[in-house]
């Protein structure tokens, strides 16, 4: 069972537009939720991450929103550039030590 | 800033031999260090859990006997691939957790990628 599920598998955007990521998870002990972006050949770099106490989270053009209730968050690209073409992967945790990784939604902006 | 080294970037063996990885933090302490393996569709399988002073937890399918683990200080993990075969290809990373750092936050590698012959 995927405790962790991420959509859409793919997404392509135009530069300037914002990107929507979504992501669900299962498990109702999880309360932290870090978002790593991915570029081919590389190691997962960590993005943004919320804790569930918060329901939304801002870094510059990243947003996480939360929702606690329904089980359900989202990534925002804001103003998307060419150079954020990449992997995403939204995990899920209890206490940041092993982490639950979803599949993935592969980012593509078009100049 | 958190840096996290891995080495070697790539490997590859011959099946039925085993080969080791390193996890380097640099520029913090790591009180732990998770060992993942990310498989060619891209999916994490979490491998094992180390902290320093404490025993290795590893999760179901993954064995100390195949994947033996050495944590020695707060900055250095080692794993190895012990007769290693197909299934065992993938891109093993190391995610380490800073001591007094941002809670929570768990810090990757640029990952081991290894290739079976």
């Known amino acids: 069972q995927q405790q962790v599920r991420q959509s859409p598998q793919s997404l392509t955007v135009w530069e300037g537009e914002t990107a929507i990521l979504n992501c669900s998870y299962e498990d109702s002990t999880f309360n932290y939720f870090p978002w790593y972006q991915q570029f081919p050949g590389e190691g997962p770099a960590l993005l943004i991450s919320i804790r569930s106490v918060s329901d939304k989270k801002e870094d510059g053009r990243f947003t996480i929103f939360f929702n606690k209730r329904e089980k359900k968050l989202s990534l925002h690209i804001t103003d998307s550039q060419p150079g954020d073409s990449a992997t995403y992967f939204c995990?899920?945790?209890?206490?940041?030590?092993?982490?639950?990784f979803g599949t993935g939604t592969s980012l593509l902006v078009d100049p | 800033g958190a840096l996290v080294y891995q080495y070697p970037r790539r490997t590859i063996c011959k099946s039925g031999t085993s080969m080791r990885m390193e996890c380097q933090a640099v520029g913090f302490q790591a009180t732990s260090v998770a060992w993942y393996r990310q498989s060619p569709q891209k999916t994490f399988e979490l491998i094992a859990l180390s902290t320093v002073n404490s025993a290795i937890k590893y999760e179901q399918n993954f064995t100390q006997e195949k994947f033996p683990i050495s944590h020695p200080n707060l900055s250095f993990s080692s794993m190895t691939v012990l007769n290693a075969y197909l299934e065992d290809r993938g891109l093993y990373l190391c995610g380490a957790r800073e001591l007094g750092g941002p809670q929570d936050t768990q810090y990757f590698g640029p990952g081991t990628r290894l290739l079976v012959l």
């Open positions: 995990a899920a945790s209890v206490g940041g030590y092993k982490l639950t």
